[in-house]
């Protein structure tokens, strides 16, 4: 009788536990998709034509030889034009948590004919780069689907290098009509993003003004 009590008690919790176990992966963060829905928006005309990429990449003045971090890197097209500036002496961390995109990275690489972009798999608390002397650390609309912000940069900043950067691009809750208005929890400013940041060792060393409604701040390490 104690025996099938207990096999009732523990059935519920073993549906629970299996429903977690199968949770897909775009579940585990603030507004995710998988890789195959994802990829035909982020790679649509219609968004490039918008995120004014060779701008951006122009404006962060990377140098040849750096070792460049993009985090959360989608289909791979900054890591692309990131992988052409910094030559063959660079490297490029092409980092998703989605194992759906790093395929995808990969024929970027191929079709834009640089061979120096590592395809790396990451998880939501841990980018797992492979090495820890990051010269520049890319943060393109990536920082808003985190939900543990301060300490995934803290997490982060464990593999920059000495004087190294943080670049995040991200939608600013201050503009008007900013994007995710009825997700809350999705926005955030930049005067948070600097707490985050200095608790982490990085102050602001940079600002751009290349869009109306989102923020563009380099953070530097200093301790």
Known sequence: MLRSARIHFLAPLIVLLSSI???????????GRPADQWAP???????????????VVAAIELQSGDVVADIGAGTGM???????????????????VDAGFLPI?????????VDNVASILGEF??????????DVAFIHDVLHHIDERQAYIQTLATYMAPTSRIVVIDYDM?????SH??????????????????????????????????FFVEYTKVD
């Open 21 to 31: 176990m199968v949770l897909p992966l775009s579940a585990l963060q603030l507004g």
């Open 41 to 55: 928006s982020l790679a649509s005309h219609e968004r490039l034509a918008r995120l004014e990429m060779e701008e």
């Open 78 to 96: 900054f890591s692309v034009l990131m992988a052409r500036v910094v030559g063959p002496t660079g490297v490029i961390l092409s980092q998703e």
């Open 105 to 113: 990275i990969r024929e970027s690489a191929r079709e834009g004919g």
């Open 125 to 134: 608390e841990d980018p797992k780069l492979s090495r820890r002397d990051v």
């Open 174 to 178: 201050n503009a008007p009509g900013v």
């Open 181 to 214: 208005q009825d997700a809350p929890e999705m926005l955030i400013s930049p005067e948070q993003v600097a707490d985050w940041m200095a608790s982490a060792g990085f102050e602001v060393s940079g600002e751009h003004h290349l869009f109306d409604n989102k």
